[in-house]
């Protein structure tokens, strides 16, 4: 069986990555366009550790270097637990894959175990991009002895175990509770968008503390964040104690966890997954159809239908494009309950939600435009929009309107919640508003002109398309470095006039979505 794990988990992760096609094609565009994509995968790499290793010095500098592993391994967590509950569904209980591989000599077991597999390993090289660099600034700063360094690289292997079995469990709930209901995909995106405003909130509450706390001595906030994490995450602190003092006990407790609840998991999903895979993919047919009047639309109506329908079908579709708008929200309640000090207490910068709050409005839920992957989702269906007499203009339009649309409730929810939380002066107000309009507006387009220029239309997972595409990335970046720039330049230079900073960026903005919408003309 080893051997059929282990081929089914290489084309997994072949088919995930690309990596076939990248080995056999020819064309000399795909292969430069992989070559970007491993530099924009770079650059990312190089962001997330220098972040980590300046936050584990800032931590070693204030004497509280021995929370650094637990910190880290909390964070692992986090991120590990948030990734695969977003693609539990699509890729462990995929039944057309499932359909295809169980063809094979293969078992049920071994089906199971490569595709848990194919998402362990991307998971656990996220995870050791986090704790690496962590480590590193530790070891130089304290120079810890041997076993640092092997509970350390242990953690790395197993950290993920542990919260994507939970995630798992998560996603399987979450799917098999909506499959029940007749709008199923509907009802996924509820729940998990529920879910994941519940962990926003309850990460928010968590570093709430009062400040009489903050202000203590070091020993007192020490206690403080051991006690959060302690009550947050107990595995992490495990992770710490092996490491820092050379617990042995933990680390095997650790270990010992982590491995069985993935094995206990394991046994009972070998049993029912077939039955679940079925249940998920169930489709209930009803008999009460009725022959109505025909009606004639718009064109742009008919498309931006189209495009709504396309958009609200795909689960993890919805649910990774709608986190900043949902993200927006939660900002503008926290802004309405809270100051501006504890929310950039839990953000990490201080100062910025003050002086940059149109510009986080506006970035916020542009991170992931849903027309950053609208038409690479169109798929092997492409050439039916080639066919159809519309232009390329209609296309577009159609395609940023959605975008708009699906931003629109959320966008006049925040800023109503912002401008009766600060009641600013009508200038202020005009920014609030005007800022993140522009932002919603050029995000949208500048994700559908990076799609069409790096295209992803052979993929077997929507999973692929959503969160590991050159567009899907290209668009984060470039949203942030318009919204890195002006408020870093708000930040540093002393004395500049914020209005000054948010007129021209939104005459960028504006003269950005204008030039690219200068080649709408024609097919």
């Known amino acids: 069986m080893m051997r059929q794990i282990r081929l089914l988990t290489k084309i997994s992760l072949y088919g995930m990555f690309g990596l076939n096609e990248l080995r056999f094609t020819k064309d000399t565009r795909k292969r430069v366009k992989a070559g970007f994509m491993a530099v924009l995968w770079l650059l990312l790499i190089v962001m997330l550790a220098g972040y980590v290793g300046l936050m584990s010095f800032g931590l070693v500098s204030m004497g509280m270097g021995q929370f650094v592993p637990a910190i880290l391994g909390m964070a692992v967590s986090l991120l590990v637990f948030f990734f695969t509950v977003f693609k539990a569904g699509p890729v462990l209980f995929d039944r057309k894959v499932y359909e295809k591989q169980i063809a094979m000599p293969v078992t049920v077991r071994a089906v199971i175990v490569s595709r848990f597999l194919s998402m362990y390993i991307t998971d656990m090289l996220l995870g050791l991009l986090v704790l690496l660099p962590g480590m590193v600034v530790y070891g130089v700063m304290v120079r810890p002895g041997l076993f640092f360094w092997g509970a350390g690289l242990a953690a790395g292997i197993f950290l993920p175990l542990l919260p994507m079995t939970a995630a798992s469990v998560v996603g399987a709930l979450i799917a098999g509770i909506a499959s029940r209901w007749r709008h199923k995909n509907l009802a996924a995106i509820l729940l998990t968008l529920a879910f994941i405003c519940f962990i926003m909130v309850g990460s928010m509450g968590m570093g709430g503390m009062d ?10 906030v020490s206690a403080v964040l051991e006690a959060q994490i302690r009550n947050v995450y107990p595995p992490a602190v495990w992770v710490a104690d092996a490491m820092v003092f050379g617990d042995i006990g933990k680390l095997v407790l650790f270990l010992g966890v982590s491995l069985g609840s993935f094995l206990l998991f394991l046994e009972i999903l070998q049993h029912f997954y077939v039955n679940i895979c079925t249940l998920l993919s169930a489709r209930e047919a009803r008999g009460n159809y009725r022959m109505k009047a025909l009606q004639a639309k718009s064109l742009l109506g008919t498309m931006v239908e189209r495009e709504l ?5 795909s689960t993890v579709y919805v649910v990774n494009t709608l986190a900043g708008e949902v993200l927006m929200v939660l900002m503008a309640v926290a802004i309405l309950v809270l100051d501006f000090q504890t929310i950039e207490q839990n953000i990490g910068i201080p100062g910025v939600v003050g002086k940059a709050l149109p510009i986080l409005l506006g970035c916020i839920p542009m991170m992931m435009p849903m027309t950053a992957c609208s038409i690479s989702l169109e798929g092997k269906q492409w050439w039916m929009m080639q066919t159809l007499p519309v232009t390329r203009r209609d296309m577009v339009r159609s395609k940023v309107a959605v975008n708009v649309l699906v931003a629109l409730p959320f966008y006049l929810v925040s800023e109503v919640l912002v401008l009766i939380a600060l009641r600013p002066g009508w200038a202020d107000a005009v920014c609030l508003l005007a800022v993140p309009a522009v932002y919603i507006v050029f995000g949208a387009r500048l994700g559908l002109a990076v799609n069409e220029l790096l295209p ?21 970046l470039a949203i942030m470095v318009t919204a890195v720039v002006p408020i870093m330049i708000l930040m540093t230079v002393p004395g500049i006039s914020s209005y000054l900073v948010y007129g021209v960026l939104t005459a960028v903005l504006v003269l950005g979505t204008w030039g690219m919408n200068l080649g709408n003309k024609g097919r």
């Open 456 to 476: 992803l239309m052979e993929w077997e997972s929507e999973v692929r398309v959503v969160k590991q595409s050159a567009s899907s990335m290209v668009s984060m």
């Open 211 to 220: 400040e009489s706390q903050l202000n203590a001595v070091a020993e007192q």
């Open 309 to 313: 329908r396309h958009y609200f079908s």
